[in-house]
């Protein structure tokens, strides 16, 4: 998530949220408005904002614990031991070193 000052507005009509997703999380942790709210009253209250953004920081660090950039590197490097316990014990497995070799060069 951008670390920026959020405020959701409460749509008439939602779909139903899983209660053990990431969004219910989220949506139980910013500042939510409904329709005829006064937004001034909000976007003046900086104390506010700052109290939300330590919740949504918090929420951030428990959800996202690996933000190291490399995300990819293990998702190929899990694919490749899926790939390997699945081929033959005694056979050269022709399908994944096309893989491999198209992929990630090796």
């Given amino acids: 998530m951008a670390k920026k000052n959020i405020l959701l507005l409460n749509p008439e ?3 139903p949220i899983n209660d053990n997703s990431g969004e219910k999380l989220i949506r139980d942790n910013i500042i939510k408005l409904s329709k005829g709210s006064d937004i001034r009253n909000y976007l003046n ?3 506010l904002f700052n109290k939300q953004n330590e919740r949504v920081e918090n929420i ?4 996202y614990q690996l933000t ?7 998702a190929a490097i899990e ?3 899926l790939m390997d316990e699945e081929a033959p014990q005694n056979q050269e497995n022709y399908l ?3 893989i491999r070799q198209q992929v990630f060069g090796i």
């Avoid at 951030?60 to 959800?63: G, Q, R, S």
């Avoid at 190291?68 to 293990?74: A, C, L, Y």
């Fill in 79 to 81: 694919i490749l031991k």
């Fill in 96 to 98: 994944l070193r096309s």
């Fill in 60 to 63: 951030i660090n428990k959800v």
């Fill in 45 to 47: 209250n900086i104390e």
């Fill in 68 to 74: 190291d950039g490399f995300s990819g590197t293990r």
């Fill in 13 to 15: 009509r939602s779909f």
